[in-house]
């Protein structure tokens, strides 16, 4: 579709304020923009795109990260739980335990919004010494095993930023994809190791990260030899159920 005509009949709903909203929501999916990547990226005027963020952004549909950019706000993911319509968190829980149980250490379940990472779900350790991180929570994207999987299969260009004053390299990166799961070992805090893999969607877009973390004393420093295989199977069976009940869906 031509995103300049949204507001022709065969090219959208007929009503050309609400196409321009979604234009400008579908382009945060990418990511956070500016203003001018907002303009570039639907095509709108400019004052169009600002007044059209500024209204969503009133609403909760949109908000802006650290350094101002526009991105997608708290309001569609309180829309989407309430609705029920969230395969993904409908399906966490009973692999989070699984996983928990299996590993001895708490699972989570993060998802990138903006330049932050937010626990989504998670199944923590229920005795002894853990690494309790509530679901809800915001943590770095620039340190974690979580970070280096959501960042991993970006774009060059995001990548490329995401890169900026992390702890990670382009290296430990490449690794990532390689091997298809991360480790990070008092990287994102002292004292802590955690093993990642990606959730992909039904286009194989990595769409969240499902992870383990516990006292590097307990997990030792190389926690990737005795753990991964558990978390990525962990991964694929929620990546399957997203696949498939996207196809279900779609025969329907």
Same mark, same amino acid.
Not at 40 to 54: E, G, I, Y
Not at 181 to 190: D, F, H, N, P, V
């Given at each position: 579709?031509?995103?300049?005509?949204?507001? $022709?009949?065969?090219?959208?709903?007929?009503?050309?304020?609400?196409?321009?909203?979604?234009?400008?929501?579908?382009?945060?999916?990418?990511?956070?923009?500016?203003?001018?990547?907002?303009?570039?990226?639907?095509? $709108?005027?400019?004052?169009?795109?600002?007044?059209?963020?500024?209204?969503?952004?009133?609403?909760?549909?949109?908000?802006?990260?650290?350094?101002?950019?526009?991105?997608?706000?708290?309001?569609?993911?309180?829309? =989407?739980?309430?609705?029920?319509?969230?395969?993904?968190?409908?399906?966490?829980?009973?692999?989070?335990?699984?996983?928990?149980?299996?590993?001895?250490?708490?699972?989570? $379940?993060?998802?990138?919004?903006?330049?932050?990472?937010?626990?989504?779900?998670?199944?923590?350790?229920?005795?002894?010494?853990?690494?309790?991180?509530?679901?809800?929570?915001?943590?770095?994207?620039?340190?974690?095993?979580?970070?280096?999987?959501?960042?991993?299969?970006?774009?060059?260009?995001?990548?490329?930023?995401?890169?900026?004053? =992390?702890?990670?390299?382009?290296?430990?990166?490449?690794?990532?994809?390689?091997?298809?799961?991360?480790?990070?070992?008092?990287?994102?805090?002292?004292?802590?190791?955690?093993?990642? =893999?990606?959730?992909?969607?039904?286009?194989?877009?990595?769409?969240?990260?499902?992870?383990?973390?516990?006292?590097?004393?307990?997990?030792?420093?190389?926690?990737?030899?005795?753990?991964?295989?558990?978390?990525?199977?962990?991964?694929?069976?929620?990546?399957?159920?997203?696949?498939?009940?996207?196809?279900?869906?779609?025969?329907?």
């Amino acid at each position: 579709m031509d995103i300049s005509a949204v507001n $022709l009949p065969e090219s959208g709903s007929g009503v050309g304020v609400l196409d321009k909203a979604a234009n400008v929501l579908a382009s945060l999916e990418t990511g956070p923009l500016t203003l001018s990547q907002l303009v570039s990226a639907t095509h $709108l005027a400019r004052p169009t795109a600002h007044r059209l963020a500024v209204a969503l952004e009133y609403h909760r549909f949109v908000a802006r990260d650290g350094q101002g950019r526009f991105i997608l706000g708290p309001r569609l993911s309180e829309l =989407a739980s309430s609705a029920g319509e969230d395969r993904l968190l409908a399906a966490a829980t009973p692999v989070l335990i699984a996983l928990r149980d299996h590993s001895s250490e708490s699972a989570q $379940l993060f998802r990138r919004q903006g330049d932050g990472r937010i626990c989504v779900a998670a199944a923590e350790r229920t005795i002894g010494l853990r690494d309790s991180i509530p679901v809800g929570a915001t943590l770095s994207m620039k340190a974690g095993s979580a970070a280096q999987v959501l960042l991993a299969w970006e774009e060059p260009e995001r990548l490329h930023r995401g890169l900026q004053d =992390a702890s990670f390299t382009a290296t430990t990166l490449a690794g990532v994809r390689r091997r298809g799961w991360a480790q990070s070992i008092g990287e994102r805090e002292a004292g802590v190791a955690s093993i990642s =893999a990606p959730v992909r969607g039904p286009s194989g877009r990595v769409v969240a990260a499902i992870s383990i973390s516990g006292p590097i004393e307990r997990m030792g420093r190389q926690p990737g030899r005795k753990h991964a295989p558990s978390v990525l199977a962990a991964a694929k069976r929620l990546s399957n159920f997203l696949q498939t009940t996207e196809d279900t869906r779609g025969e329907a």
